[in-house]
């Protein structure tokens, strides 16, 4: 059983930072491509980092040049998504997700909720 645990939220003041987490556990053959996802209330998921198989990175313009995605598959599997100069339209809820196998399948985490407020 694969799983997907997010670490990492919290609140934070404008133009702070914050390192989600995400530990990938269970019986894993391989890890495709991780991504992190955020959802605002009444809003539709929105997809802010991939990062590839082999390394490659990808941002969403509304992220891109504050967010880092990266990974570290070392001692644990575990997926992170820095977050620079966070402003309060960043609130949301964070999922990471990732094309894992065995089964192969998209696997979610539950969420890490993330405030910014002053």
């Known amino acids: 059983q694969v799983r997907l645990v997010e670490s990492g939220g919290g609140l934070v003041q404008p133009g702070g930072s914050l390192r989600l987490s995400c530990e990938v556990s269970g019986t894993i053959f391989s890890i495709y491509n991780m991504k992190w996802y955020r959802q605002a209330p009444g809003e539709q998921r929105e997809l802010l980092a991939i990062i590839s198989t082999d390394g490659t990175t990808t941002y969403a313009d509304s992220v891109k040049g504050r967010f880092i995605i990266s990974r570290n598959y070392t001692k644990s599997r575990m997926v992170y998504l820095q977050m620079n100069n966070l402003k309060p339209e960043d609130t949301a809820v964070y999922y990471c997700?990732?094309?894992?196998?065995?089964?192969?399948?998209?696997?979610w985490g539950q969420g890490t909720q993330v405030t910014v407020s002053s």
């Open positions: 997700q990732g094309r894992i196998s065995t089964p192969l399948d998209d696997y």
